[in-house]
Nanobody, 120 residues
Framework: QVQLVESGGGLVQAGGSLRLSCAAS????????MGWFRQAPGKEREFVAD????????AYGDSVKGRFTISRDNAKNTVYLQMDSLKTEDTAVYYC?????????????WGQGTQVTVSS
């Protein structure tokens, strides 16, 4: 089992920045690929970004590409989502997720979510 706890959400004006953090515990963090997803009211859960267990390889959803950056610090068992040039459309609950190495999706482990609200 892997426990995930997100933090760093809040209220920010359009054009501003936030950095989300996801702290992991329970298993060896470096053995897990990590992802960020988000869900806005009345909408389906949306893929935001992920990073391979071995590091280096990252992927982004089209709506955030060029604005968001995912990274990980294995020494701190933490994955980050740096969000720049935020838009009102980015308002959602953001969830951290984990899966073992290169296992097929969907992600198995999920955090409780953190609210991001972008105001105009």
């Amino acid at each position: 089992q892997v426990q995930l706890v997100e933090s760093g959400g809040g209220l920010v004006q359009a054009g501003g920045s936030l950095r989300l953090s996801c702290a992991a515990s329970g298993r060896t963090f470096s053995s897990y690929s990590m992802g960020w997803f988000r869900q806005a009211p009345g909408k389906e859960r949306e893929f935001v970004a992920d990073i391979r267990w071995s590091g280096g390889s990252t992927a982004y959803g089209d709506s955030v590409k060029g604005r968001f950056t995912i990274s990980r610090d294995n020494a701190k068992n933490t994955v980050y989502l740096q969000m720049d040039s935020l838009k009102t459309e980015d308002t959602a609950v953001y969830y951290c997720a984990a899966k073992y190495r290169d296992s097929a999706p969907p992600y198995k482990y999920w955090g409780q979510g953190t609210q991001v609200t972008v105001s105009s």
